[in-house]
């Protein structure tokens, strides 16, 4: 398994290039994911490390890019995007040379953008101006100018008496306002005039664009009769508050009017035409843009981070070399050197590289090697939490037991036939949907988990097999083991004396109707127990019982797994305090459980026989193993056979013993697991505190200390080396705790704390867990039920109607049903039973070994820094 069994072995190393050498290096080193770069100057502020203004650089390069993006997606110009895995970085000079041409490109485009706002500004005024000239035509030619004069003296004369005679001469106004206002703007004007002017519109045909915000926009234009020079001050004030555009030039004669709107047409044929071209030569522009502004972005990102990499280094004593410090993967170091040779000769460098490898106390990442398949397994462990160095990897066992897991809750075989087919589209179509590159974030989840969801199609197919489960039916492939044990003629008889419209129920014994010769069903269920009235009593039962013994299996894998980490770090002491007693505690309860339930199984039946040298009367003393397990922990004193010595059967013959000493090895059995509790509670942290002190009893034994009275100064020797400290309490703590790792420079209380809460956890999480699994028969049978009902309820409704019009009622009853099946039962109930699946995993699984304390490797690499920022462009 390699790497995905345990992470890659990690190497701290040192990396000393020559200055001018050092970006060619950085460039040829991100073309593959091997080094993961230490930060150097961790304590040096962002502004004032030494590559920022490069930085700035190619920020305000991607800034310009980006403005370019936007305006080709606003003219609706295709972007190609091509998947070019080709990460040589560009010359100095031709960056240089491409900064140049997005500085020219990003001023053109924005005086093009700002000329053609000013046209568009421009032909909205025209276009305003020849409604009003018209609609003002159209106004007067109504007789509109004698209607408002009435109207107007009509309204004087009612509230002051005076005839207009006496007042100002009667004026008009002509203006543009949106068409959704005007309502309020008349009642407005109406009220602020007090009735003393006219006011009437017309809606413009033509819905004019608004050069601000491109939106089509609704307007009409409206002429307002009033007299006086304060009614006109009261109008334009009232206008301004809407917006509304007026234009106290308008010709007074008709004259007037048609010569200016001839006018105003030819502007306007003439604008169109400026317009035209200009917006032409944009798109042009903008079309030659989209073609390379892809690869001008990939570029500039790859510049960039060489850049922000760079700002890691330091500078050796001379100032000549930049230092590196690095984390490598053991296997890799030979590719990294071959890197830095080929960008060395590259730069015409003479110097070359040095690349160290460094001891260093540091904990290294953990990198697990993984491919388009197993990546979806080892993100479900890394979404727990990341492993620690070298410890065992559930990854590539996760690959089976998470679709089998999953496939126990979702078991049926027509949908896992869907899903399959759904996992399959998805892997055969995989070079055609990543080249369309689709964004969709919910198509994205499906599509990385693709091979989960095909093996979850195909485990699932697998137990539906095993359950006989298809749409909620069953299918008799191999012939079913049960015969009907009556006659004819008593069927006959039992038919005539039931009642009408009522079904009669038969009993099966298996005594009688179960062919023993032909043995049990070939595989999976018996298709007899889908019809049967006591189905669900079988299955719930069947099913609980494995839910137990796959759990206990799963979590003893698991425990199994811890010694595997223990045997590779050279722990004795974990091995014999805490794998063996937690193997013996799980043993001695849960797995004897399991045994229980696979002999019952195979020895008690319906026949009366004789088992394990007690005669077993019948069914109903099969051992009931829940209240044994009660009477087990309470060592309860019970009969031993299911009958007395004169042959007679006992009372509650269900809870006696079974097998010879029972009583006495389930009491053995239940003393180890009690001794085992303090074993794992006292064991490890007796054992490092022996450790540690026969530590400082060693290191108190070697050492002497000599004490300068003048200066307050200690010199501490140790097999005849002195090491000067200061005499403070911090150095002297940290003068005894040197050379101690792990749970070595702990104190006793804080290593008893860690101990009981692991312990605490694992007796504790040994029943809970045990309960957990049996998540695996509920959600199986919740999902059968809503498969039956979906049937029964649904298309079942379809097969009542005979002809043509049972044909139309099948499909169309079909397609609901089919729409139901994949929507329910498909997407809602796979989501349950994955989350279920994730959890018996995360929980139940991983706790028996998995510590998920490390932190992950993440190389500097080209590849996966532009596939991160191009996620981040959507």
Sequence with gaps: MGSLYRSEEMRFCQMIVEKDAAFNCVAEIGKRPYVQFKDLNADVNSFQRMFVRDIRRFAEMERKLRFLEEQIKKEKITIHSVIDKNYDAMSHHDINQLETTLADLERDVMNMNETEYQMKKNFLDLKEWEAVLEKTDLFFQGGIDDEALQEIDQANENETGISRGDKDPMSFSVGVIRTDRINAFERVLWRATHRTAFLRHSPIEDELEDPDTGDKVSKCVFIIFHNGERLKNIIIKICDGFKAKLYPKCPKTSKDRHAAAIQVRTQITDLRTVMAQTHEHSFKVLNATAANIRAWTKQVRIHKSIYNTMNYFTFDGIGKFFVAECWIPLRDIDNVRKALEVAVEKNGSTVKPVLNVLHTDEEPPTYNRTNKFTAVFQGIVDSYGIASYLEVNPAPYTIITFPFIFACMFGDFGHGVLMFLCGLYLVLREKNLISRQIKDEIFGMFFGGRYIILLMGLFSIHAGFLYNDGFAKSFNVFTSSWRNPYNHSFLLEMENSSSPGKEAQLTFAPEDAFMHSDGPYAFGMDPIWNIAENRLNFFNSMKMKLSVILGITQMTFGVFLSLQNYRFFKSKIDIYTVFIPQLLFLSCIFIYLCLQIV????????????????????????????????????????????????????????????????????????????????????????????????????????????????????????????????????????????????????????????????????????????????????????????????????????????????????????????????????????????????????????????????????????????????????
């Excluded at 020895?603 to 394990?612: H, Q, R, S």
């Design 599 to 874: 002999m019952k199984w195979i020895f008690f039946w319906t026949v009366p026989d004789t088992i394990f040298g007690f005669r077993y009367p019948g069914s109903h003393c099969a051992p009931s193993l829940l209240i044994g397990l009660i009477n087990m922990f309470m060592f309860k004193e019970r009969p031993a056979g299911f009958v007395n010595a004169n042959n007679t059967q006992i009372d509650q013959c269900y809870l006696s013993q079974w097998y010879p000493g029972q009583s006495l090895i389930e009491a053995i059995l239940v003393i180890i697991a009690v001794i085992c509790i303090p074993i794992m509670l006292f064991g490890k942290p007796m054992y490092i505190l022996r450790e540690q002190r026969k530590q400082k009893k060693a290191v108190g034994d070697n050492m002497s200390v000599r004490i300068n009275m003048h200066t307050d100064e200690t010199e501490v020797i140790n097999n005849g080396n002195g090491v000067r400290t200061d005499a403070h309490p911090e150095n002297e703590k940290a003068a005894t705790s040197a050379g101690h790792g792990g749970h070595q420079d702990e104190t006793f209380g804080d290593i008893m704390v860690h101990q009981s809460i692991h312990t605490i956890e694992y007796v504790l999480g040994c029943v809970s867990h045990t309960a957990s699994y049996l998540r695996l028969w509920a959600l199986s049978l919740a999902h059968a039920q809503l498969s039956e009902v979906l049937w029964h309820m649904v298309l079942g409704n379809a097969f009542g109607s005979d002809g043509i019009l049972g044909v139309i009622i099948l499909y169309f009853i079909f397609f609901f049903f089919a729409v139901l099946t994949f929507s329910i039962l498909v997407l809602m109930e796979g989501l349950s039973a994955f989350l279920h699946a994730l959890r018996l995993h995360w929980v139940e699984f991983q706790s028996k070994f998995y510590l998920g304390l490390g932190y992950p490797f993440v190389p500097f690499s080209f590849n996966q820094i532009l596939t991160e920022a191009s996620a981040t462009d959507t």
